[in-house]
């Protein structure tokens, strides 16, 4: 048997000190922060998922910030329900509780998707960039390596927590897992029923049980077909929030409406050249270019906020429509009421617009009568 190996201090050293600042980093007190502040801190943005990509912003699009925030360690909250336009960063809402979750708040978490197609979509366009892009995140990972089992395409094995990314097409993938957090997406797609009966949602719901207190629960969507429509259902439960903002004219707090924007009348598509917003208190014209400043919140530097209009129910409920995309962020309000002209006619038009666009579930009239 040879001698055992013999290392120098100047071997040792820098070993020592990784393993230092290993133990450092486990057993240093956590700043509380919130989940936009973690965010504005630590989130990168990928080229792959995002058309500006770079630092992540909360006050690039502050209605976000509330909701995200609700997902912080200190927040009281423990349902979420958001009833977004598309396109508006509901799945960002998601990925930073997500990135939040890893980093700052380790414990079991679940990301429910409607099927195989959204679940592989979801984890190559939000999971994947979120952690090749965002270090804090990366680094949280105990295996950097996809070929080792504690790091597949579906599960992570992070510091602290576990994170499984499933799909509610069958009912075996929704048992057996017990998790902190849960984050549905695209809730409005999922069936109203699996094949054995089960309800795939209240499944879902179930794997938090063993968390009664200390749960947390968002559920993102845009709405669907009024009747049966999983988000629109939840928002009319929770506290339903709007988002308020001021007047540039005369101050008055009111959210944007869609029968508030404006233009002239037997305008078309093609003619319509100019549209506007009425305040809802002076009747003042107020223009698109006022709107950067009508979003910004206190931390933002300004003054808007959500308001519930159903006070003191216990699920936060988060509704916004297209009105509120900020410029250069998604359709001008004179896009929108072209989109809205082209739709006349054509009721699968108006059900998508009034779904992606007005954030608002379709009423459909056939089944209405049906039901008369």
């Not at 600042?21 to 240093?28: G, L, N, Q, S, T």
């Not at 956590?30 to 504005?40: G, L, M, N, P, Q």
């Not at 509780?97 to 979509?121: C, F, H, R, T, W």
Request: aromatic share 8%; with cysteine; net charge positive.
């Amino acid at each position: 048997m040879g001698a055992p190996e013999q290392f120098t201090l100047n071997e040792l050293i820098p070993q020592a000190n990784v393993l230092c600042d290993v133990i450092a980093r486990a057993i240093e007190p956590r700043k509380a922060i919130t989940v936009s502040e973690w965010a504005d801190a630590k989130r990168s943005l990928s080229s792959k998922s995002s058309p500006k990509p770079g630092r992540w912003r909360t006050n690039n699009n502050p209605p976000l910030r509330e909701p995200m925030d609700c997902m912080s360690v200190r927040s009281p909250v423990q349902d979420i329900v958001l009833m977004f336009p598309i396109q508006f960063g509901k799945s960002e809402v998601e990925t930073n509780a997500l990135g939040y979750i890893m980093d700052q708040a380790p414990g079991p978490v679940m990301v429910g998707l409607p099927g195989e197609v959204s679940m592989n979509k979801w984890i190559n366009q939000k999971l994947n960039p979120l952690i090749e892009e965002t270090a804090a995140v990366r680094e949280s990972l105990t295996s950097n390596n996809s070929r080792n089992a504690a790091n597949q395409k579906e599960f992570k094995d992070f510091a602290g927590g576990q994170l499984y990314v499933e799909h509610a097409g069958t009912a075996a993938r929704l048992k057996q897992t017990t998790v902190r957090y849960l984050l549905v997406d695209e809730l409005t797609e999922f069936a109203n029923a699996l094949r054995t009966g089960d309800d795939p949602l209240k499944m879902l719901e179930g794997r938090t049980s063993a968390f009664p207190d200390r749960y947390k629960r968002l559920y993102v969507s845009t709405p669907g077909v009024k009747g049966a429509c999983r988000i629109s259902e939840m928002w009319e439960r929770s506290d339903q929030r709007l988002y308020h903002v001021d007047c540039p004219h005369c101050g008055h707090s009111q959210p944007l409406e869609w029968d508030g924007l404006i233009w002239p009348q037997h305008s078309t598509a093609e003619t319509l050249d100019r549209v506007w917003y009425v305040c809802r208190d002076c009747g003042t014209m107020i223009e698109e270019h006022h709107k950067t400043q009508m979003l910004r919140d206190e931390k933002a530097g300004g003054t808007a906020r959500w308001v519930p209009m159903r006070p003191g129910r216990r699920m936060r409920g988060y509704h916004i429509n297209c009105l509120y995309y900020q410029i250069g962020m998604g359709p001008r309000w004179l896009d929108l009421a072209r989109m809205w002209l082209e739709a006349q006619g054509d009721p699968a038009a108006l059900k998508t617009f009034t779904n992606d666009r007005k954030a608002q579930p379709w009423e459909d009239r056939s089944l209405k009568t049906v039901r008369a």
